[in-house]
């Protein structure tokens, strides 16, 4: 499948707001889970949904997601200070839990797995209702290993459901190498499901995207589910203030050589999708635009105490 | 009217709704063409299989109460047939902790129209008994319903599944097809957080649901022949709770006997008499007695059941000590 | 790997055990999941355990489990009953609960799955001892659909523990066919975790047990666990009086033509392993033990008000 | 004695079990060489990784607390750190209904020695917030043990290691990290199920545990300046509830709040609640009072967290209603 040049700037765009968005919130949030090196395989992921397309991202990545299906960024910033101005007025973070008015579902609890099922739900709904949604169901590579992993791909699959499942394996849970807690690889399940699995160089963005968009594809033709595992590299720590890095130093310089913006950006330049003047400005725009954001987030008010809303819990 | 059991009235109640609205469906295990254990399901393949809106579900609890939930996100009325309630603990995150935190985490934006409906309870079907509903009342933004009757069984289940919440909708075997009842035809909705008086009496006060809603009747039955009138509450919903009546019942007998089929030890016999105590002091002129199971897991035995459950002249001796006192 | 004569003996007397048991349970109560058609899975799954080993069988074959790891056919009956004499007195059903002290572990709740981790941690235990105790983690095909199932085979996979997975696949959980509901083969989610997997003709009683020694033997070994799937076939209703069977009637008829102990009784004596004579001598002297065991039962006695044992919850 | 946090009196306690006896192993995610999210087993694996006794496991809490369920029965004595309570609605049915079922349903054969740890609670790590314990009241066979001091977790540590039963041992994260205290060092153990009596007063009782306990003796403080004795009743276990501690403390002061961090419908405040007036009625003078969070889920902002909170000023005033009821 190949993209068109417009598809390629804005996937390109979207890496670029990764970054920047994780340059910004790192400034404020020592506790934020930053997408550094993984940005090919965020971008790709949530890039060119359509409206009644649900996503369940991963939670890295979750705020990209949200503003790549339209969610206002200062108010998705504002989101992760619990401003009044945020999507939920303070009562929940952004950082994990995007705005369901986009068709997003986050991590209404600490809990990672289960929004796969969620995922697997919204596309019963399509399926029920007879339209061409789709959903995708984005996890970590320790993420797999939770039973919501095999339960919603079992179900997805037996029920023809239009899911794609990406893992966005960037080869570590918090400290646990995937080496040495998930057997096997995870592209391979699929074959265990009777879908089609493969797995991705996830520092490609054109790879990715390409992976991506025939799984789309597939499932808004009734096809059923697919698995994408992109293999990329958590280039910092768990979270931004995340000190040790136990990993073998080769290892992380190896890959954070391969950044997949830098690399991207090459390609494009080269194949001339576009020249470095008109990259460059994308990057000042985008800049500006995440630079504004957070300063319109920050001084944004914070909640009074009626946002509690004691009563509020039943709809 | 209609006569008709339990299982008969939920599954009428069942059908109604997705007759009216076409975003309800049912999915569980073995529910389609089998018609569901129990018959749980029964007659709801052949009239909506066909629509695709009756589906059987691997065994993975957790898998379809969460594709529940993401459905119920995604603007459909799922109903899921959890078959036994004593599977809550493997969805109770789904269901309850991600479900019941949504609404109000989203500021408002997400609903999730989910009805969870499961079986349990010391009955004839001699298993899965285990009454687990008690945890649901520390889950924030989930209800409880637990009829005690067939009517109250279909217009609770009409309730539940136009309800914008996640619901657990608790169906007791051993109420399930014991007996028949005239039940309203068509549409036919009781709201959810109110409890009924079931019997009305001055003594004393005793709170139950479900099967021990019909124990509690038949207590009553015996303390009229010593002269003790004992007003029957029957909560229906456990959560949220009814406040206003349990405490206006109370207001008035000045002692409550609660009876519950879950173990004692942090069962939801414990809440209505924490409400009570908190809120309704002044009327109380007795000790609140909870006459539940003890706290072990449902022994197997027909006679170690029997002693397990709280029958109606257990309940009847609690309620005669708390008029004497 | 070829078997002794005499453990082909003993897998035959075990699987006339089976059928012998569900006959003799099946008029007592409308209730118990039989065994017929899949005796070569069960016999196979619970033969030649050592001491020190521990299974989690599959609730359908649970009873027969307990009776291969020694436990008393008459207590073990009046379990399904819940009288005096079964190992717990009444408080719990013998026929999805073995006793614990012979290694068996039960399902103690009604729910399918968890088992399987529990069956993984006695792996773990054998492991941390530093002995060549193996667990038997049995499993329907629905079973297989748990998450549970995914979590302990990539637990035992990834931390190399003496497991042996075996799913029991007789091609349907109460009405709802594998095929419709189990996504791809069971076998083929080995690979997804780097496991050896393999399926079975699970009414081919050699197969079985060769397919299981070397399971064992590699777990023994230390290289860690295995899934076999037994693909056999359920000859009756989910449970003794279950009337309805929605399968094709042609389909019913083929398996059990193809009856695993017929098979197996005819190799026996084809292969000069025993004459006839031999096996009829086996099949009548099971079915008098099974009498027995079930005449001692009915008149055991009913457990009295003591056993309740209200404040014996804890140890 | 040494002056410790609660978080290194709790891992004192750990290795002081795995020095003493072999059979105690610990696993969870993240748990080796690095040493567990806020150090919660720090140590651990530099003295007993290369024993293979500290295990990191994937992100599978079913797995893995079902794998220490089935060790513990091969007679091991496995520590499992689930991280986060949050995470028991994950494992419940493993932990809890299984793992707490065993010992009775096999009449004594089975012994599930099993502990389960689990951070929790508001504080200084703004997420993971959320207290579940009460519903393991209603779970038979399991212990949970909320220790509110630095000494307490030691003590009860090593008691849950060495109990025979599925303990959760709750760890706050408001007090993990917060002040050092002299610990003793070496062998230290105290009981399960038994309350410790943490301030003596003879106007009202307050019933707290873990952090609550903490604001419960701030509050006795502001109380006493107002010349109101407050007695402070720390459970440290939950389950079993010592009733006979609370009980005869409000035989002395008649008069009872409960402080909890647990959102206050089926909030194991209520059990107390409801033991005392069943049990203890007579010595009653006033309504029970349950301080506790309202039925929503924690929020996540700062203030709105605060709000929701019950903090040392708000069981003050319930305590002086009460004392003045
Ligand atoms: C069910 C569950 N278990 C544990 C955690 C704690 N936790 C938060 S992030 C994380 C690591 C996740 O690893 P992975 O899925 O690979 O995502 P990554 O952080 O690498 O993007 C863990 C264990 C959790 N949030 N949910
Ligand atoms: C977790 C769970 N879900 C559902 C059930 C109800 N149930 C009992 S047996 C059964 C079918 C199991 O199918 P399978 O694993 O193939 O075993 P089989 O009966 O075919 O031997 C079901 C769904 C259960 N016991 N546990
Ligand atoms: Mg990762
Ligand atoms: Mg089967």
Redesign the pocket.
Known sequence: MTQSNETLLDLYRLMVVTREVDLAVSEIDGHWHGCDGEEAVVAAAYMGLRDGDTVAPHYRGSLVAAYARGADLARLFAGIMGKATSYNRGRYRSDICGPPEFGVIGLYSGALGPPLSYATGAALAAKLDGTDAVAMAVFGDGSSSRGDCHEAMNFAASLKLPVVFLCQNNQVAISTPSRDRVAGTVADRALGYGMPGVQVDGNDAVAMVDAVAEARARARRGEGPSLIEGLTYRARGHFVSDAADPRPRDEVEAWRARNPIRLFRDRLAGDGVADTAHLDAIDAEVRDQVAAAMAQAQTDPEPGADVLGADDVYA | MARQTFQEATVAAIAHEMRRDRNVFIMG??IGAFGGPLHSCKGLWDEFGAQGRVIDTP?S?GGFVGAGVGAALAGKRPIVDL?FLE?MG?VIHQFGLDGGAMHYYSDGKAKVPLVVRAKYGVGPFHGHAYDFHSWLLNVPGVKVVAPATPSDAKGLMAASIRDDNPVLFMEHMGLYHAGREEVPEGEYVIPLGKADVKRRGRDVTIVASALMTKRALAAADILAQDGIEAEVVDLRTLAPLDEETVLESVARTGRLVVACEAVKSGGSASEVAALVVEKGFAHLKAPIARVAPPNVPVPFHRELEKLYLPDAGRIAEAARAAAAA
Chains 1, 3 share one sequence.
Do not use: A, H, K, P
Request: proline share 0%.
């Open positions: 295990e073995d065994i609890e078959m599977f493997l």
